[in-house]
Nanobody, 123 residues
Framework: VQLQASGGGLVQAGGSLRLSCAAS????????MGWFRQAPGKERDFVAT????????YYAGSVKGRFTISRDNAKNTVYLQMNSLKPEDTAVYYC?????????????????WGQGTLVTVSS
């Protein structure tokens, strides 16, 4: 089972990026999904989560109103649309597949992690 995150890169403050997370070996539609990020020297923090159906989402306060998590179960893919990016959004972003169908903010609620994609926001 693998999760492949992509879409990171270098962007100026105020810009946008869309991250993708594609799965192989597991049907994502049965599980909640999440995005986390880890800045240099810091812990891996929760960013956003979406339920198995896409009907429920939840965001960290620092990204609410700027980021949107979505999923296409037919494509076995989850997305993170990031708008109005700030330098403090700079981090490696990780997608993760949950252990249940419900949204979750804790790392322990996720059992499969992607390799991460680097997002760098310049000021």
């Amino acid at each position: 089972v693998q999760l492949q995150a992509s879409g990171g890169g270098l962007v100026q403050a105020g810009g946008s990026l869309r991250l993708s997370c594609a799965a192989s070996g597991r049907t994502l539609s049965s599980y909640a999904m999440g995005w986390f990020r880890q800045a240099p020297g810091k812990e891996r923090d929760f960013v956003a989560t979406i339920s198995w159906s896409g009907g429920s989402t939840y965001y960290a306060g620092s990204v609410k109103g700027r980021f949107t998590i979505s999923r296409d179960n037919a494509k076995n893919t989850v997305y993170l649309q990031m708008n109005s990016l700030k330098p403090e959004d700079t981090a490696v972003y990780y997608c993760a597949s949950g252990i249940t169908q419900s949204i979750a903010t804790s790392r322990v609620s996720y059992d499969i992690w992607g390799q991460g994609t680097l997002v760098t926001v310049s000021s």
